[in-house]
């Protein structure tokens, strides 16, 4: 008998004698016997499609899961890694990483907080989608592939000068930094995979890997010291931080030899079994270390599973990894909350109050099944599934978005029509108040509704902001759509804009002006393009201004389509500056020239959309056969500019581009 079973037979026994004892209390004559009181029974408390706790149950739902024969898996497909944004809310002169959240940071190659910067080499500056998942893009060497450089800068001068190396171990790759007050976090993982969607899923991806966390001490730039690291057994996910907290997501493969991943009949499942029989949750669990400590933040019994019982469950594929939750102090490096879950996990999306985490059902229909974390303590939800496929990675990510409790979404249904292969569905989620559960508010089209995107048009930039959404769908020309989400049970499309090309990254400028950064085709020649958008009619939005970038030559292209942390934005009183990095080339009188290149730009009246302009203010060319890349960074501080380009540091002024110089060593 389990506990909750002894608990409810001693209360069961209690009420019957209490029964019992109360129909004796009669008289002491033969009258009628007293009346019995009712007794309510109490319901246990709803649960949701995840539960944990139990004694021991966490090793046996593993053992389990690992011994059921499991629906066919899709093959990986490895897409874009995760990037950083910039805080609109930031003020003063100085940009920051341009995050999905204004108030959620997230790592990045480079972090600056006008007093130090601090840049690092890395082999996932973000982004590129493979086709074969086990294919791996070198990136351009480094300068300063050894270490992480720090900087002072001279925002009055434009300069910087060198402060500091932190040196690496060769076979660490940063995948990226934080700045919190005086304390730079270095987070390490031994191997890049810079994979999100079915690649999550794949058990290889997450075999003998470790992900560090390291912690220095900045007071004295100069002499950076080494305070404290922590070490985590699998590989690394993703990581957001939020106020003094870092939070972590990793994922860990157990090494079994032998064990079948995906059992798929009766002998993989014997064979499983026999395996399995004297495993321990030792054996399961990522090992943990704080310095040179093996600490236990979980046990397996912390892990979510899903309750077969439930009616949202689904015959999803065993999962041998255990994917794992850790709140970090950013302060002491120190684990203050973990979770985990053995459920399979194909995306992770923060907001400042939640963790949401996505995995696509591959079935008669796709389907992506949504769970919600308390971020503060990991506590459950809810989980709920809309229709279509979610995935994440670089710009995608902007997919999905949480305002005021309500989770929004925007999934994709391929179909076998050749003539409308995309079905693109806006979907809203909110946490029910009677049990665990993401209750569907409403989902955009309704049947018989207007469609998002004409067919066969593919879904490019997505934005979420405040009341809105804002859609790019493409397949010849650019429909913009306008969503009011006002009422996110009852979400209607509000106007719809058609202009050349398309838009990959959607920026919010004000509450009556979009920008939008993307491409188009002139006389069979792509362009980097940059738009701003009039929305100050819902109904009836509008193009107020356009640039091409690079018209001078064949091509030209902007890493900062699909990675915002490419992008960097400034807000003033009347007058934005931003910057796109874009590479161009083609075949001129001295023959065929490409180089890397920084648009210097503004929106100027951005306090009156009807005279609201973009203006090119400038270019740093970065010099002749250079390029730009998903590593490629712009720092503004003031009028001073800094550029980081595979790990080179460009200094100069934004009024005057063409003084911009390398920084020396």
Partial sequence: MSRQDSAFGLVGWSAALLIMALAGCGGSGGGEPAALIPVTTVPPDPTGLWVQGGDGLGLSAYREQMTTISPSVAAPVALADTAPA?????????????????DVDEHDIVKYDGRVLAVAPSRSGCCYVLEDASAAIAPQASENADGIWLYSTDPVAGSTQRLAEIRLAPEETVEGLYLTGETLQVLISTAWWGSFGDALTYPGYWQAQEVTLLQYDLSDPANPVATAALFVEGGLVTSRRVGSNIHLVTRHTPEIEGLIAYPQNEADVATNEELLASVTEQDVLPEIRFGDDIISPLSLDDCY????????????????????????????????????????????????????????????????????LELADYAYR????????????????????????VLRLVTTLFTDDEEDRFDHVLSTLSASSEAPELDLLASLPEPGGEELGKANEDLYGVRFIGERAYLVTFERVDPLYVIDLSDPAAPVIAGTLEVPGFSDLLHPVSEDLLLGIGQVMVEDRRYAKVEL???????????????????????????????????TYRPGSSTDRFTVPYSTGGQTFAGY????????????????????????????????HSDVSGETRVVLDDEAVFVINHGSVYSGLWSNPAAVVKSKP
Avoid: K, W
């Avoid at 640039?547 to 992008?567: E, H, K, M, T, W």
């Fill in 86 to 102: 910039f805080d609109a809310e930031a003020g003063g002169g100085v940009t920051t990483t341009y995050t999905l959240e204004a």
């Fill in 305 to 372: 599973r899903m309750d077969a019982q439930h009616p949202l469950a689904a015959p999803l594929p065993s999962d041998p990894a255990v994917t794992t939750f850790l709140t970090l102090s950013a302060e002491t490096g120190e684990v203050v909350q973990a979770a985990c879950t053995l459920e399979p996990v194909s995306g992770v999306y923060a907001s400042s109050s939640h963790l949401n985490l996505t995995y696509v059902s591959h079935g008669d229909t796709d389907a992506t099944f949504v769970h919600q």
């Fill in 382 to 405: 809810g989980s709920g599934v809309v229709r279509g496929q979610l995935y994440g990675g670089g710009n995608n990510d902007f997919r999905i978005s949480e305002y005021q409790d």
């Fill in 533 to 567: 958008f009039d929305i100050s009619d819902l109904a009836h939005p509008g193009s107020r201004d356009a640039i091409l970038l690079g018209v001078a030559l064949d091509y030209s292209f902007s890493p900062a389509q699909y990675n915002r942390y490419a992008f």
């Fill in 593 to 624: 020239h490409y180089e890397g290149r920084i648009a210097l730009m503004e929106v100027r009246h951005t306090d009156n959309p009807a005279q609201a302009a973009l203006v090119n203010t400038g270019e740093i060319l970065l010099g002749p």
